[in-house]
């Protein structure tokens, strides 16, 4: 008996062994773009659901996430957001700036968000000319593509991000 469960032991090992050495392995210790956000003191809910990849350049900030196309949903019943299928921009700590593939619908203007700041429990979003600040609290769940965060209701409405 023991005899089997050590070759067991030894087949299970080897498998990971090759697994993780592997170019494709699962076993990828990098972070998610959901992740990265986190490390630089963002939520995860600034990014909607389904982002495929991303590329990071650590000492520079800056970096690009993917969809596998554009993504657009409501927000508060007034505003309308839209991500392109590559969203590129400079992160650091508190601070996204240069910010392309976002767009927010202000009355009947579509309008880039070029930056985040984050100012305590606040998020300031700015589209060059103004900007707009809502609680950290609303960005803590990733919303869907189409229906935001209200995916099981007949309207569009998301009352938080």
Same mark, same amino acid.
């Given at each position: 008996?023991?005899?089997?469960?050590?070759?067991?032991?030894?087949?299970?090992?080897? =498998?990971?062994?090759?697994?993780?050495?592997?170019?494709?392995?699962?076993?990828?210790?990098?972070?998610?773009?959901?992740?990265?956000?986190?490390?630089?003191?963002?939520?995860?809910?600034?990014? #909607?659901?389904?982002?495929?990849?991303?590329?990071?350049? &650590?000492?520079?900030?800056?970096?690009? *996430?993917?969809?596998?196309?554009? %993504?657009?949903? *409501?927000?508060?019943?007034?505003?309308?957001? &839209?991500?392109?299928?590559?969203? !590129?921009? =400079?992160? $650091?700590?508190? &601070?996204? !700036?240069?910010?392309?593939?976002?767009?927010?619908?202000?009355?009947?203007?579509?309008?880039?968000?070029?930056? @985040?700041?984050?100012? /305590?429990?606040?998020?300031?979003?700015? =589209?060059?000319?103004?900007?707009? /600040?809502? #609680?950290?609290?609303?960005? =803590?769940? +990733?919303?869907? +593509?189409? %229906? /935001?965060?209200?995916?099981?209701?007949? $309207?569009?409405? @998301?009352?938080?991000?």
């Amino acid at each position: 008996m023991s005899l089997i469960m050590s070759f067991l032991i030894s087949a299970i090992l080897f =498998v990971l062994i090759i697994c993780c050495s592997s170019p494709f392995a699962v076993c990828d210790d990098k972070p998610s773009a959901y992740e990265v956000l986190q490390d630089n003191n963002f939520p995860v809910g600034l990014l #909607p659901r389904g982002v495929t990849g991303y590329e990071i350049n &650590k000492k520079t900030g800056e970096f690009s *996430s993917y969809f596998n196309g554009s %993504c657009s949903f *409501s927000l508060e019943n007034s505003y309308q957001l &839209k991500y392109e299928p590559n969203i !590129k921009g =400079v992160i $650091s700590e508190d &601070k996204l !700036k240069n910010l392309k593939g976002v767009t927010v619908k202000v009355f009947f203007l579509w309008l880039e968000i070029v930056e @985040v700041v984050r100012n /305590g429990d606040e998020l300031q979003f700015s =589209v060059g000319v103004a900007s707009a /600040g809502f #609680p950290v609290e609303n960005f =803590v769940e +990733c919303p869907h +593509c189409g %229906c /935001g965060m209200n995916c099981n209701k007949s $309207s569009d409405f @998301v009352s938080s991000f």
